[in-house]
Each structure stands twice: as structure tokens, then as C-alpha cells.
């Protein structure tokens, strides 16, 4: 046998040989012991039990063994061996038990055990009969022992018993025989079957890549094709490009419904006695509702066993659409020329007119409804020949050079202009040509009449405006030179400013040494430090000098700073200030003049912690100017609040805002002017030098920030300093 028959019959083999076969094996031999209880002894009959079983258990856990092996048709050979093993030693235990039935006296239960072993091997040997040789195998192993003994004992009835015996295992091997060669023959038609099936597939196979292959041809084709039948006009098939061009979803079968059909004039047209002429138009509506225009070919042929035609349509549909479009677009172009100004043309490649609106035909002296196909040169001899000479026009045209200059300009055709008077219209114009893509040339003749105008009166007005130039740079002389005068003055004014200031600052210093001295002394004087003068009355004047010194030492020092910042020489030192301790020292100065004033002092709450960018002592004298102004010019009973507001940037906002006499705006302007002083009768009242505001000014500007002030007479005043944010690190 052939290792792919030899793994085909194990294959049978397990299938035929089930557990349910074994278990029915077990349950005979245990039989066979209840039987054979009162002839055998209970050691002999457990043990021919025990080893049934274990021989059983080796058979299932070999088949399972077999069933799960992937390599098992490879490794056919071996599980023949292994098969053979353990049904030989199944036989062996057979032949073992049968030879001990053999040996006891001949009574019915012997008798009947012996018959149920010799089922037992007919089961086994028919059940494996699909490998014959283990059949067999099984059965002389099973039956040779008991025959052997039964000759051995020279008894003729164990002889005829033995001969018995052959025969039923004669008779076995034909059945197993019988059986392997039915199996044989059922897998060869199986095999065969399923070659055939194979087969078959195979060529069904073949006939569908074939047919794929014909469609995807047909699909692929640069056209559409249909095959129509000859009865109903139905489609029978229809290609890509055909149920594109129908709206037909898929292809239609013969025996199935149609999804396109066609309509009795193409049908006549298709299977008439004529076949459609290719050069045919003819409109046809598609399924999806939309009409073409398409030209036909069709051949007859037989398909699926019905008359049919292949027609092969030609779409010319987006063709007769161009073709509609370029008849629009011819008759847009001639309604355009027809409403242009402007004469136009257009010359083929041969020169000779293809189209031209009215402007071009009567300026040419050509008929509109023959200018068609006339020559450029003919169309320039007319243009001469239709205008009076150049004697009677009463100008210097020389038509010969005009003519010459017309058809070089009309060959060169690259837009350069030609400019001439018409004589019979009395206006100018201007002719340029242009090379079309096609070869030919585009004529443009436009009227430049107000133009020319334009240009004489633009000539004039440069002229015009040479003059006024002239005239001007006479100005500019006169301006220059009053500019160098201005700019000297400014100069002058600027030194003499800055000797102002420096006179001040050095007047200042030489007065603030006596100065010094004259309030020591009127101070020591006005406290009796070296004892009462005894006089009263020289009290009174020592503590006059020593208020007038302050007030004059003040004075100087506002001087001095203001000077400081004009000369460019005050220093910053900015800091974080605490806006809660500035308010704090400010409102210990000011609180004694408040009070003499009788005027209410209050700072607005502010955020906890708040601090603003500055040079402290500047802030603090600047915030002190604005706080004894708004104490000192507010009537009694007023009030006079300040704050500060912290802007998300860093800045911040300090304002100050009484309820004073107020400032018009010519008052405020005087105000911010060094030593400028206001009409009012309480500021007349108070003593002051008017340097407060422009100091402030100066050194909040100093800071990089900005005073304003808001005033009205009557209502009060309200000064804000806008301090910067610090500078990024």
C-alpha cells in the first residue's frame, strides 16, 4: 500500500473503531469473568479484566493521539506500527482467554462465554477491517492458541472443535475481506467524486475569469457598447460607459426584467433594413431623464440564444454643446462690437477682414455688409480715397506716408500706435494693431480727440506751473531766510533762559548761607534759649524774621530744583514706595495748616500694601505742593482728599481734589508758568511765588509721567499725577 492509502485507512480506521466500541468490549469480558466464576479462580479472571482494560485504554489514547497530530498523513507508517501493537496484543488476550475456554469441560457456560469471545473477536476484526492485514493479524493471533491446544489433546471431538474453529476464522478473514474492499471502493469513489467536484470548479472557474476577462475588455472599451435584442429593443448588456451614459446601474440579465429599452425610432433605426449610417445625429433620452445627442453602429449577432444587435454609441453630446457655445459666443463677440465706441477688427492670417463693427466701417469708407473678406490694403485705399485732399482739408496730411506708415504698423502688429487727423470727421485718432495666437491681427482704431485736448491744456497748465515754481522758489528764499532768523532767536532765547536759571541757582546759593544764619538766630531769639529779651515787642519781631526766613528759604529751594530740572542735572532714585507711609508724612505736615484753614484733610482707602514707582522724597514734595495749594486756596469748610488708584500695568494714578476757588483756563495755563500768579481775591491773600505747579510739572515730567489738572471757578480743582510703570527686568 501506498503511504497516502495507508494514512486514508488509519483515518478509517479511528473513524470506525469509537470508544463506544471499547466500552462495549469492557462490558463483554467483565461478562465473561461472572461467568466463569464457579470454573476459574477470582486472580486469573480480575487479572484477564484488568488487562482488557488497559488494553482498551491504550487503544483510545492512541486514536486520540492520532487525532491530535498534525503530521499524521506524513507519519502514516508509524501509527500503522503503532495501531498493529496495540490491537496484536488486543488479539493476544483473545487467543489467551480462548485457549483457557478451550482447556474446561464442554457445559453450557463455558459454552456461552466462549460464544461471547468469539463476538468479541468478530467485533475487533470486522470493525478494523479497513486495514485488512491488522484484521487478520488479529484473528490468527485470536484463534491459533485454542486451536493448538485442542489438537495437542488427540481427542477427536477437540480435533473437530479445532477444525470448527478454522473455519469461523476462515470465514472472518472473507468477511474482513469483503469489508476492506467495500471501504476500498467507497474511498475511491469518494476520492473520485471529489476530483470531478474539483474539476468542475475548476472549469466553472475558468468559464467566469474568462467571462471577467470579456467584460473588463468590453468595460475598458473607449466607447460605450449595449447589446440590444431584436423583439423589445431591451438591453440585454451594457458596458461601463454605456450605464454611465443610460443611467443604468449594473448590467441587466436576459431572463430579467430590462432596465433600458429602446424607443421605436432608434429600434427602426437598429434592426431596419438599413443599418444607421455612423455619420448620423440623432437624439436619444437616457433612464435617468437626460436627452444626448449620439451618432450609431450596429452589427447583428446572436446573444444568449436571442436575435440581438451590438450598437456602439458615440457620445457627441459635449461636441454639439461646444458647438452651441461657440455660436453664442460669436454672437456675444458681434453684439459687442456693435456696441463699442471704438472701431474693431479682425484680419486672418491672409489679411483680409473676417468681422469689423460699424465705428471701424465708416471710419474706413468700407460697406458694413461687404467689409467680409476685403483686403488691408484695399481697405487703406479706400480709407484715402473717401477723404478730401489734403489742399481742401486744409492741413499738411501726406496720404502716401500715411498708407506706407498704415501697412508697416499693420505687419509689425505689436501695439504700436498710429496716430493721424482724420480729415472728414475733423477728429484725431489712434490705430494700433495686435497679433492674434490664431495668426491673425486685431485692429483697434480709438478716438483720442479729448485727449489731444488734454493734453494742449496740460501742456499749458505745466507751463503754468513752471511759473508759479519760479515763484515759489523766490518764496522759499524769503521762508528760508526767515527760518534762520527764527531758529537764531530760539537759540538766543535758550541761552538766555538757561543763564536765568543758572543766575538763580548761584543767587540761591549765596543767599541760603546768611539765610541760615538769620533763622538760627531769630529761632534761638524767638524760643528764649539764652534768656527772655525783656521786651515783648522784640519777641513779636524775632518771630516774624524767622517765619519770613522759611518762607524765603522755601522759596529758594523751589528754585533751586526747578532750575535742577531745566539744566538737565536732577538725579532719580526710583523705587517701590509705600503709598501708606507717604500719606502718612504728608498728612503730619499739612494737618497744622488744615487746621488753621479749617479745612478737612482725608486720604481715600486704598489696597492693602500698595506701591507705586517713584523717587520717594520727589513724589512726597510734589504731593506735598498739590496738598497745601488745595489747603491753602480752599475757603473755610471746604475739604481737600487725595488717593491713589493702581493700574493693572504697574502704574499708578495719584490725585488730589479740593473744593477751592477753582481755575479758568486761561488762570490754569498762567498757573503752570514759572512765577505765574492768579487774579482771585484769596489767592491774593495767601503768600506764594507761583513755582509750585511748574515744579510739580517739571518733575513728574521728570519721571516720565504727566500732570493734569481739571478746574472750574467755584467748584474746585482736581490735579492728578500719572506715575509710569517700572522698567522690565
Not at 571 to 589: G, I, K
Not at 695 to 714: D, F
Request: net charge neutral.
Amino acid at each position: 500500500m501506498t503511504p497516502e492509502a495507508v494514512a486514508r485507512c488509519n483515518e478509517l480506521l479511528v473513524r470506525v473503531r469509537r470508544p463506544l466500541d471499547m466500552a462495549a468490549q469492557f462490558v463483554a469480558a467483565v461478562a465473561v469473568a461472572v461467568l466463569l466464576a464457579d470454573y476459574l479462580p477470582l486472580s486469573l479472571r480480575g487479572g484477564y479484566v484488568a488487562v482488557t482494560g488497559i488494553t482498551l485504554l491504550l487503544q483510545l489514547l492512541c486514536h486520540r493521539r492520532f487525532v491530535a497530530d498534525r503530521e499524521r498523513r506524513r507519519r502514516a507508517m508509524v501509527w500503522l506500527g503503532r495501531f498493529i501493537a496495540v490491537y496484536a496484543l488486543n488479539g493476544l488476550i483473545f487467543g489467551a482467554m480462548l485457549a483457557v475456554l478451550a482447556a474446561l469441560p464442554h457445559q453450557p457456560v463455558p459454552l456461552l462465554a466462549l460464544m461471547i469471545v468469539v463476538g468479541m473477536v468478530t467485533s475487533v476484526s470486522l470493525t478494523i477491517a479497513v486495514h485488512v492485514g491488522l484484521s487478520i493479524v488479529v484473528i490468527f493471533i485470536a484463534v491459533l492458541p485454542g486451536v493448538a491446544l485442542l489438537v495437542s489433546t488427540s481427542s477427536r471431538e477437540n480435533i473437530l472443535l479445532a477444525g470448527v474453529g478454522l473455519l469461523a476464522a476462515g470465514l472472518l478473514v472473507t468477511f474482513a475481506w469483503r469489508l476492506y474492499r467495500y471501504y476500498s471502493r467507497s474511498s475511491e469513489l469518494v476520492a473520485r467524486l471529489r476530483r470531478m467536484l474539483q474539476d468542475r470548479t475548476r472549469m466553472s472557474a475558468d468559464a467566469e475569469e474568462a467571462q471577467r476577462r470579456l467584460q473588463s475588455i468590453l468595460d475598458t472599451a473607449p466607447f460605450p457598447i449595449v447589446v440590444a435584442r431584436r423583439s423589445d429593443g431591451a438591453f440585454l448588456y451594457s458596458n461601463r460607459l454605456a450605464g454611465e451614459l443610460f443611467g443604468i446601474s449594473g448590467r441587466a440579465l436576459p431572463a430579467g426584467k430590462p432596465r433600458y429599452v429602446l424607443d421605436p425610432e432608434h429600434h427602426a433605426r437598429v434592426f431596419g433594413a438599413t443599418p444607421p449610417q455612423p455619420g448620423v445625429e440623432m437624439q436619444i433620452a437616457t433612464a435617468a431623464g437626460r436627452t444626448i445627442w449620439a451618432t450609431m453602429a450596429a452589427v447583428p449577432m446572436q446573444y444568449a440564444g436571442d436575435d440581438a444587435a451590438l450598437v456602439v454609441v458615440n457620445d457627441i453630446t459635449e461636441r454639439k454643446e461646444s458647438e452651441e457655445r461657440l455660436r453664442e459666443a460669436e454672437q456675444r463677440l458681434s453684439d459687442a462690437l456693435a456696441l463699442a465706441p471704438d472701431g474693431v477688427a479682425l484680419y486672418d492670417e491672409n489679411e483680409r477682414l473676417v468681422i469689423c463693427n460699424k465705428s471701424y466701417a465708416d471710419i474706413t469708407c468700407v460697406p458694413l455688409d461687404r467689409a467680409a473678406g476685403v483686403s488691408h490694403d484695399e481697405i487703406c485705399a479706400r480709407a484715402v480715397g473717401g477723404r478730401p485732399s489734403a489742399a481742401a482739408a486744409g492741413v499738411h496730411t501726406d496720404y502716401d506716408e500715411w498708407v506706407a506708415t498704415r501697412r508697416r504698423t499693420f505687419k509689425a502688429a505689436q501695439g504700436e500706435p498710429h496716430i493721424f487727423f482724420d480729415t472728414r470727421s475733423r477728429r484725431w485718432q489712434q490705430i494700433r494693431d495686435f497679433r492674434l495666437s490664431s495668426g491673425g491681427t486685431a485692429s483697434l482704431i480709438t478716438d483720442i480727440t479729448a485727449l489731444k485736448r488734454q493734453e494742449r491744456e496740460l501742456r499749458e497748465a505745466n507751463e503754468n506751473l513752471a511759473h508759479q515754481a519760479e515763484m515759489l522758489a523766490a518764496r522759499t528764499e524769503t521762508l528760508e531766510a526767515a527760518r534762520k532768523t527764527a531758529i537764531k532767536a530760539l537759540q538766543e532765547a535758550e541761552f538766555a533762559n538757561r543763564a536765568k536759571s543758572q543766575f538763580l541757582a548761584h543767587m540761591s546759593h549765596e543767599l541760603r548761607t546768611p539765610l541760615n544764619a538769620i533763622n538760627g538766630f531769630s529761632e534761638i531769639m524767638a524760643l528764649q534759649l539764652m534768656g527772655p529779651s525783656g521786651v515783648p515787642q522784640y519777641d513779636r519781631y524775632a518771630q516774624d524774621i524767622l517765619t519770613a526766613g522759611k518762607h524765603l528759604l522755601s522759596v529758594i529751594d523751589d528754585i533751586l530744583d526747578l532750575s535742577k530740572v531745566e539744566a538737565g542735572k536732577m538725579r532719580l532714585m526710583p523705587e517701590a514706595v509705600s503709598w501708606q507711609r507717604l500719606a502718612d508724612q504728608c498728612v503730619t505736615l499739612l494737618r497744622p495748616l488744615a487746621a488753621d484753614r479749617m479745612v478737612t484733610l482725608t486720604v481715600e482707602p486704598a489696597e492693602e500694601g500698595a506701591t507705586f514707582y517713584a523717587d520717594e522724597r520727589l513724589a512726597k514734595q510734589m504731593l506735598v505742593n498739590l496738598l497745601s495749594n488745595g489747603v491753602k486756596y480752599t475757603p473755610s469748610g471746604g475739604a481737600v482728599q487725595f488717593g491713589i488708584a493702581l493700574v493693572p500695568d504697574g502704574s499708578a494714578v495719584v490725585s488730589v481734589q479740593d473744593t477751592g476757588v477753582g481755575m479758568t483756563e486761561a488762570d490754569l495755563a498762567k498757573a503752570l508758568e514759572p512765577f505765574g500768579r492768579i487774579d482771585s481775591a484769596l489767592v491774593s491773600q495767601m503768600n506764594g511765588t507761583g513755582l509750585g505747579l511748574p515744579l510739580v510739572k517739571a518733575l513728574i515730567e521728570l519721571h516720565g509721567g504727566r500732570l493734569e489738572i481739571t478746574s472750574n471757578p467755584g467748584q474746585g480743582t482736581c490735579a492728578r499725577l500719572y506715575f509710569p510703570a517700572p522698567p522690565a527686568l
